[in-house]
């Protein structure tokens, strides 16, 4: 776990969501002190004997009876959730979905890639595929111009990995990877292979499938994106659930530049929590054009 709440040469501040180190009481220095703390806790050491390691938020907030304390407890509990998948997880090949336009970027070095915006194709059929992950890929001009060319006669583009990988490895690890490119119906060609490398990785959650998860009294989604293109992703909370990406027609006017690069979960306002269920199917919550948040 030290490795997602540290920092380090290279790689993005901004995506270690908490930062953490240990600390400790000695049973002999603090004494009864120490002995009162464990009691009120809850610990059983009745002749104060052992010594108590600590973890410490870095970042802490001086008034801790508000929500935050809850969203650290949150985030503690994703993070262990992901570390103890990375653990158990076997490589098989894994699909995503593209979910915006490739665009060009040029880098104030001169740098040219082709970018877009991905989304994981949630499973629960295989532990290795419940996950939610959006993700920010390049890939070459060459094969730009290829999954363009696919995208103009397909409504949606699948893109699956060449070969079996751990999807911890893919997105956070490995520096580049190959895709075959489908419409979906599971027909993925080697002549379709594209290189992908990725960018920037906004959210990757295992899901968690622990009895004490209920569904949000509001349906809720995880808005990210760049300048050009705004992607809002529905939160799978639990299973049964749907899994539903929609690309904004514009930036929502609170959501600045800077919010949009880190990502941000937003509530929606009249639109309940749980999945709807039309003839037996879910169907989708979003049936206005606009919603606030």
Request: with cysteine; charged share 25%; glycine share 4%.
């Amino acid at each position: 776990m030290s490795d997602v709440m540290n920092i380090y040469v290279g790689s993005a501040a901004k995506r270690v969501p908490l930062i953490l180190m240990q600390s400790g009481f000695d049973a002999v220095k603090h004494g009864a002190g120490l002995a009162d703390f464990k009691k009120r806790l809850g610990l059983v050491d009745s002749d104060n004997k052992i010594d108590m390691n600590v973890m410490v938020n870095t970042c802490m907030n001086p008034w801790q009876s508000n929500e935050s304390i809850f969203l650290i407890g949150d985030l503690f509990r994703n993070i262990v959730l992901n570390c103890i998948a990375c653990l158990e997880d076997t490589k098989i090949k894994h699909r995503f979905v593209v979910v915006s336009d490739v665009e060009k970027e040029v880098s104030d070095e001169g740098d040219v890639k082709h970018s877009f915006f991905i989304e994981y194709l949630t499973s629960s059929n295989q532990k290795e595929t419940r996950y939610q992950v959006s993700a920010k890929v390049s890939l070459p001009g060459e094969h730009a111009k290829h999954l363009n060319k696919f995208k103009r006669h397909h409504e949606r583009v699948v893109l699956e990995t060449a070969s079996p990988e751990h999807l911890h490895d893919l997105m956070h690890s490995v520096k580049s990877f190959d895709v075959l490119v489908s419409d979906g119906n599971e027909n993925f060609k080697q002549s379709n292979a594209l290189t992908l490398t990725v960018v920037d990785v906004p959210r990757y959650q295992r899901l968690d499938e622990s009895q004490e998860v209920v569904y949000p009294k509001l349906a809720r989604y995880f808005v990210y994106g760049d300048a050009n293109r705004v992607i809002m992703s529905h939160v799978i909370t639990k299973l049964p659930d749907f899994q539903e990406t929609v690309m904004l027609a514009e930036k929502p006017h609170s959501l600045t530049p800077e919010l949009l690069d880190l990502g941000v979960m937003v509530s929606i306002n009249d639109v309940e929590g749980g999945p709807i269920e039309q003839d037996g199917k879910m169907i989708s919550p979003l049936q206005r054009d606009s919603y606030d948040v």
